[in-house]
């Protein structure tokens, strides 16, 4: 059984977490439609449920196969936050709860913040590409928390842009992690560990 190669859940995880924030984020910075004014469409919602929900679990459950306690939490943490999101905004609508005031919201992104920014120390034995991903998704946090306080339009503009290239570095790391081990050497960096 230890001579079974298992391959990098990294990958996916990365990939389900990067793309679904790009695409949420396109959705802050106003490229579907003022925000205030157009609700969350399902392409959002089915990509933070199965893609950037599903998939990261998934990623998560073969990190804790792997012994990478860091990658499960991480991984699987994120993906529950997904499905997470995706309740708050559906079980009002359902019916089935009240929706979230914007202080239970700036609450929540704050935890997320939270939760990141411990993360990120643990990044710290890591490549820069994956530094940058759990630093700038900290951020992106925090800015999600302070426009929920403050609803301030161009704030929540600023905090898309922010969160496509959160997104977008995600994407990337996802990439590189493929490349390289396809081509065997490294074909798009990532940094070499920090500390």
Known sequence: MSDIK????????????????????????????DP????????????????????????????????????????SSYGLFWWSLVALILLPGMGLSAASNSNAMAAYFLMWGLFTFSMFFGTLKANRALQFVFGSLTLLFVLLAVHELTSNATLLTVTGYEGIICGLSAFYLAIAHVLNEVYGRTVLPIGQVIL
């Open 6 to 33: 298992l391959g990098n859940p990294a990958p996916l995880g990365l990939l389900g977490f990067g793309v679904t924030t790009v695409l949420l984020n396109l959705y802050n910075a106003g490229a579907f439609g």
């Open 36 to 75: 205030a004014n157009t609700p969350i469409g399902s392409m959002i919602l089915a990509m933070g449920l199965v893609y950037g929900g599903l998939a990261q679990v998934i990623a998560g459950t073969m990190e804790f196969r792997k012994g990478n306690t860091f990658g499960m939490v991480a991984f």
